[in-house]
């Protein structure tokens, strides 16, 4: 995600131990999955239809990988859209291609949520003091919040002449860290603050001593499954 907070930076912090990226942690799909989604609010009688721009061509491999890797989580699917947008592909780190799609045109149709992140300055001011700490990330965090499938059209785009549109909330929409930061505010609601912070997809928790800090971990890997949210453990 476009953030650059990351809590693994903890200036004036003093830390006697710090837990992070345990190899046993992922968490898979459970019975009970939140009905939490994502709308993408449009006036009437407006749409985004684009002119699609080449990519370059060394990039195509990429792309499709990629957009099979899409396919085959269900992350987007087949579309008979009205509606078109660009996609932008981003080169990762380790050379592979994520597919992004380029919402600048439908993020100005879309009222701005005003849901606030949480401050940072605040955060780091009342761990003071704590000495135990783990840092877990959402595994594809936007993309565990379903899409409504009455915008899903709205967030078509193309590749190789064939049109494929968003099931999840896609990045690059300008209300999804808002939309996400609400959400897990809900799921957390009873430890935030007391055991741990959340920042859009980051999740830390802490506590002052190695037992308080474990029973917090352990309940709130619990929260998390009840909510059927994965963690990515390759962070």
């Known amino acids: 995600h476009e953030h650059q907070v990351k809590f693994f930076v903890l200036p004036k912090v003093k830390t006697e131990k710090i837990l992070i990226g345990r190899e046993t942690i992922r968490l898979f799909m459970k019975n009970e ?7 993408i609010k449009t006036p009437e009688g407006l749409r985004v239809i684009e002119r699609v721009y080449s990519l370059p061509k060394q990039l195509e491999k990429g792309i499709d990988e990629a957009l099979e890797e899409l396919l085959s989580k269900n992350y987007v699917r087949k579309s008979e859209s009205t509606w078109l947008s660009n996609i932008r592909p981003v080169i990762k780190p380790n050379g592979k291609i994520r597919i992004t799609t ?53 967030t078509a785009f193309r590749i190789k002449h064939k049109l494929y549109e968003w099931n999840v909330m896609p990045m690059g929409f300008k209300n999804a860290p808002a939309i996400f930061q ?18 859009v997809d980051d999740i830390l928790i802490f506590g002052n001593d190695e037992k ?24």
């Open 33 to 39: 999955k939140h009905s939490y989604e994502c709308e």
């Open 102 to 154: 380029n919402l600048v045109a439908l993020n100005k149709l879309v009222d701005l949520d005003r849901y606030s992140l949480p401050s940072i300055e605040q955060m780091l001011y009342d761990l003071r003091g704590m000495k135990y700490f783990s840092k877990l990330d959402l595994k594809d965090g936007f993309f565990q919040i379903p899409l409504a499938e009455k915008d899903k059209h709205k």
């Open 182 to 199: 609400r959400f897990m505010d809900n799921v957390l609601e009873p430890e935030i603050g007391k055991t741990c912070y959340v920042y």
């Open 212 to 235: 308080s800090h474990d029973e917090a971990y352990e309940r709130i890997m619990k929260i998390l499954e009840r909510s059927s949210l994965k963690i990515n453990k390759e962070k």
